[in-house]
C-alpha cells in the first residue's frame, strides 16, 4: 500500500503515468499464476524475471494488428468504414491505434506504414502529403508516450515511404521507432541511402535484414524493441532468463549447462506456459476483444518470447582468466556451447497455444532493463570491449544472430562524417547482412535522440528527468538510469 | 616486387565511392603547399615498410564482404605502376576467389602519363584525378613542379576511356584558378560528350605544413560560388 501511495503523491510521474502504474499495482494484488518453490528460488535470485509483466496477466504482451486488413475491411467495434481519402485514413489509424492493448497500455505496432499510406496519397503534392504526416506523426509521439512502438517501412521503395522519412528528418521524435525491411535485391541503393542518411540525423529508422527475418513466419513485423513477431498475432509473453546471475551460482561449467541452465529454463518454460493459459482461458481476451473478433489478431498467429540477456559475461564467467566475449575464441566458443544448450531446450519444449512456432517457445535477445547492472543486452558485446574493427565487431555479430528468431540487433553510433557518404555505411550493412547479421541500429555520435536498447529516448529529456522534473515520454525513467548504469555514452564511435 | 606502403585503411569512406579500403604509397614527386599529408611526401621515410602484393592482398581481405572496393593513393601512387599493375590483377584474383567483386581506384596527382600504362589500366576500374590549377604559372607556385601538361593530356586520355572516376579540385580563392579549371573541364566534357563528377574540395589548413599552413579555411560563400559556376555549366557538381 506504501507503493500505491506514493504512486498517487508522486511528482515525477504525469497523470497518465500514474494511472498505468496505478492498474499494475491493482493487477499485482492478484496471485493466479502457480509458482513451485524452484521457480519461486530462481525469481528471488533475479535469474527468471517477467519484465513486470504483472501477475495476472489480462492481453498478449506485443500485439500486432493486420491493419491492411482493417483499412480494407473497416472496423464495426470502432464504428469506422474503410476510409476512403488520405485525411480519413490518418483519421482511422489514429482512432484504431488508440484501442490496441500491449504492455506498456500503447500500441507497440503501428504496421507497414508508408504501404498503408501509399494508395491514398496518389495525386497529393509531396507538400500536401508532407503536411498532414507532420501533424499524424506529432498526434503519434504526444500521444503514445512510450518510444517501445514501431512502424515498418520497405523493402519497395515507395513515395510514402520516402516522404515519412523526410518528415521525420525534420521533426526528429523518439516515437515512433522506423525500421526499413532491406532486401539488397528489392530495396535499390538511393532509398536505403536515404534511410541511413535520417537515421544519422535523428537516429531512426533502424535496418532490418529482410531475406533473413522473412523466413521465421509467413508475415512479419518489427515492434517495439525491435521484436520479430507475425502480423495478424504477436506474442503474449517476454519473460527472460538473466545467465549471469545463474553463472554466479557455480564455477563449474559442466555443472551450469548439464544442471542449473536446464533447471531454471524448465522452470522459465513452464511459468510462461502458465501465462500463456491465464491469458487464453482464463482472461477473456480471445472471447471478448474486437481485434480477435474482426480477424485483426487470432490466437493461432501469437508466439511466446523466450528471452535470455547477459550472454557475454556468462561466457566470460567461465573463461579463462582475462578472455572475453567479443574478442577472444575462448569466451566465443563457450557463449555458443550455452546457445546450443539454449536452443536445444526451446527446440524439444512443447508450450502451448503457439501454433504459428511449432508448439516451441521463441528465443529472443532482450535488451535489458534499467536496473541490470554489469549485464550486457542479450547477445551483445560489452560497451568498452568491442574489437577495434568494426568488421570483426558485426562478424561476431552474426555467428550469435542464427540463433535468435524473434529479435536481436547492434547499436552502432557511427561518427558525424557518415553523413556524407551513406553509401558507405550501406556497404558495410550489405556485408554484414550477406553474413548472416539480421538487424541493425545506428545513430551519429552527436544526435540528442539516442538509442539505449533498442528504444529511442533525447539526451536532453533524460537531463530534465535526472533533475527532477516531469517528463512526457515514460521511456524516458528507464533510459535514463540504463544510460548511465549500462555506460552508453562509451559505446565505441564507428567512423566512417 | 614491393612498394613502400605508408599506412592501410580498412574503412574509408573519403577515397572513393562507398566504403573502400584505402592503401597510401610513400613518395611524391610533386610538392603542394596544401598538402595535408607531407609526412607521405618523401620517397623514403621510415614510417613506411616495403610491402609485397600478397601482403597487401591479405590486408585486403579481411574487409570483405564490406567494401565496395579499394583505392591506392599517396604520395603518389602512380610512381610504382607496376606493383599496381600488379596488386590489381591479384585483387581481380581474390575477386574470383571470394565471389565479392571489388573495383580497383587510382588516387593520383596526374603527372605520369596513364596511356603509357595500359597493361596496368586494364586492370584498373578507374582515377580520381587532381586538377590542381590551370594556369601553368599558378600550377608550378602550388606545386613546384615543372608544368601541368600531362595532367591535362591524362583528364582527356581518362575520359575518352571512361577511366575517369572523378575530379577533383581544391578550392583556394586566388590561389587556385578554379573558374578556369572549370571552365576547360567544360569545354572538354563538351568536346568528347562524356563527363565524370567533379568534387569541390573546401581547403582547410589543418595537418598543412606547405606554404598555405597559416591561410583560411575557404568560405561557405566562396565554396557556394564555385558550385553555382559548375552548375552553370551543366557539370555534375558535388562537394567535398
Redesign the interface.
Known amino acids: 500500500m506504501a507503493d500505491i501511495y506514493s504512486i498517487v503523491t508522486s511528482q515525477k510521474l504525469s497523470y497518465e503515468q500514474k494511472v498505468v502504474a496505478l492498474a499494475h499495482a491493482a493487477e499485482d494484488t492478484l496471485s493466479v499464476l502457480p509458482m513451485p518453490e524452484r521457480t519461486k528460488f530462481y525469481f528471488a535470485q533475479g535469474v527468471i524475471c517477467n519484465l513486470n509483466e504483472g501477475n495476472a496477466p489480462y492481453r498478449p504482451r506485443y500485439i500486432m494488428p493486420d491493419y491492411q486488413k482493417a483499412v480494407k475491411d473497416g472496423v464495426k467495434f470502432l464504428e469506422l468504414a474503410p476510409p476512403q481519402d488520405f485525411d480519413e485514413l490518418l483519421t482511422f489509424l489514429q482512432v484504431l491505434y488508440r484501442h490496441v492493448p500491449s504492455i506498456t497500455t500503447y500500441p507497440v505496432f503501428l504496421g507497414d506504414l508508408d504501404k498503408l499510406i501509399e494508395p491514398f496519397i496518389v495525386g497529393l503534392s509531396d507538400s500536401e502529403v508532407k503536411r498532414k504526416l507532420r501533424n499524424f506523426l506529432i498526434y503519434l509521439d504526444r500521444t503514445i508516450t512510450d518510444s517501445f512502438c514501431h512502424a515498418n517501412l520497405g523493402p519497395e521503395a515507395t513515395r510514402a515511404g520516402r516522404l515519412i522519412m523526410e518528415v521525420d528528418c525534420e521533426l526528429a521524435q523518439a516515437v515512433p521507432n522506423l525500421t526499413l525491411k532491406y532486401d539488397p535485391s528489392i530495396t535499390p541503393d538511393a532509398f536505403a541511402e536515404q534511410a541511413i542518411y535520417t537515421s544519422l540525423c535523428v537516429a531512426n529508422p533502424a535496418i532490418c535484414n529482410d531475406p533473413l527475418n522473412a523466413k521465421t513466419y509467413d508475415r512479419y513485423g518489427i515492434s517495439s524493441c525491435y521484436n520479430i513477431l507475425p502480423i495478424g498475432g504477436g506474442s503474449y509473453t517476454l519473460t527472460r532468463i538473466v545467465l549471469p546471475r545463474l553463472a554466479a551460482m557455480t564455477n563449474d561449467k559442466k555443472e551450469f549447462l548439464e544442471t542449473l541452465l536446464p533447471e531454471a529454463m524448465l522452470c522459465m518454460a513452464d511459468y510462461m506456459s502458465a501465462r500463456i493459459r491465464f491469458i487464453v482461458e482464463k482472461s477473456g481476451f480471445f472471447e471478448s476483444h474486437f481485434l480477435v473478433k474482426e480477424g485483426f489478431v487470432s490466437r493461432e498467429r501469437f508466439v511466446a518470447m523466450f528471452g535470455l540477456v547477459g550472454l557475454a559475461e556468462a561466457a566470460n564467467h567461465f573463461a579463462p582468466e582475462g578472455k572475453k566475449y567479443g574478442s577472444d575464441a575462448e569466451a566465443d566458443d563457450i557463449a555458443e556451447q550455452i546457445m546450443d544448450a539454449i536452443t536445444e531446450f526451446v527446440n524439444q519444449y512443447e508450450c502451448p497455444y503457439c501454433d504459428i512456432a511449432n508448439h516451441h517457445l521463441l528465443l529472443h535477445a532482450q535488451v535489458g532493463i534499467d536496473t541490470d547492472y554489469g549485464i550486457t543486452s542479450g547477445i551483445r558485446i560489452p560497451v568498452g570491449d568491442e574489437p577495434e574493427?568494426?568488421?570483426d565487431h558485426?562478424r561476431h555479430s552474426s555467428r550469435f544472430h542464427r540463433y535468435i528468431p524473434t529479435g536481436c540487433s547492434d547499436i552502432l553510433p557511427f561518427d558525424i562524417?557518415?553523413k556524407?557518404?551513406p553509401?558507405?555505411?550501406?556497404?558495410?550493412i550489405?556485408?554484414?547482412f550477406?553474413?548472416g547479421q539480421k538487424y541493425i541500429a545506428f545513430y551519429a555520435s552527436d544526435s540528442d535522440l539516442v538509442r539505449i536498447t533498442g528504444y529511442l529516448v533525447k539526451r536532453s529529456e533524460i537531463e530534465k528527468w535526472n533533475k527532477g522534473e516531469t517528463v512526457l515520454q515514460n521511456t524516458t525513467q528507464l533510459g535514463a538510469p540504463t544510460y548511465a548504469s549500462a555506460h552508453l555514452a562509451n559505446r565505441k564511435v564507428r567512423?566512417? | 616486387m614491393t612498394a613502400p606502403v605508408r599506412k592501410i585503411i580498412s574503412q574509408s569512406t573519403v577515397d572513393g565511392p562507398g566504403n573502400r579500403t584505402a592503401i597510401f604509397l610513400q613518395g611524391c614527386n610533386i610538392r603542394c603547399s596544401y598538402c595535408h599529408n607531407p609526412e607521405t611526401q618523401a620517397m623514403e621515410d621510415a614510417e613506411a615498410s616495403e610491402r609485397t602484393v600478397p601482403e597487401v592482398v591479405e590486408e585486403i581481405r579481411k574487409s570483405i564482404p564490406f567494401i565496395r572496393g579499394i583505392t591506392v593513393s599517396g604520395g603518389e601512387c602512380m610512381l610504382r605502376a607496376e606493383w599496381l599493375k600488379e596488386l590489381f590483377t591479384a585483387v581481380r584474383h581474390l575477386s574470383d576467389e571470394t565471389g565479392h567483386f571489388l573495383t580497383c581506384l587510382i588516387d593520383s596527382n596526374g603527372t605520369v602519363p596513364f596511356s603509357s600504362h595500359r597493361p596496368l589500366m586494364d586492370v584498373c576500374d578507374g582515377v580520381m584525378l587532381d586538377v590542381k590549377a590551370w594556369d601553368s604559372v599558378i600550377y608550378q607556385r602550388l606545386t613546384q613542379s615543372a608544368n601541368n601538361r600531362i595532367v591535362k593530356d591524362n583528364l582527356t586520355w581518362l575520359l575518352q576511356e571512361d577511366k575517369l572516376t572523378e575530379v577533383r579540385i581544391v578550392c583556394v580563392p586566388e590561389m587556385v584558378d578554379v573558374e578556369v579549371i572549370l571552365n576547360n573541364i567544360a569545354q572538354i566534357y563538351g568536346f568528347i560528350g562524356k563527363s565524370a563528377p567533379i568534387k569541390l574540395i573546401r581547403f582547410r589548413p589543418h595537418g598543412v605544413i606547405g606554404a598555405l599552413s597559416a591561410y583560411p579555411v575557404t568560405s561557405e560563400e566562396a565554396m557556394n560560388h564555385y558550385i553555382s559556376i559548375a552548375e552553370s555549366l551543366h557539370l555534375p557538381v558535388r562537394k567535398g
Open positions: 574493427s568494426i568488421y558485426l562524417t557518415g556524407q557518404n553509401a558507405a555505411v550501406l556497404d558495410i550489405k556485408g554484414a550477406s553474413l567512423g566512417v
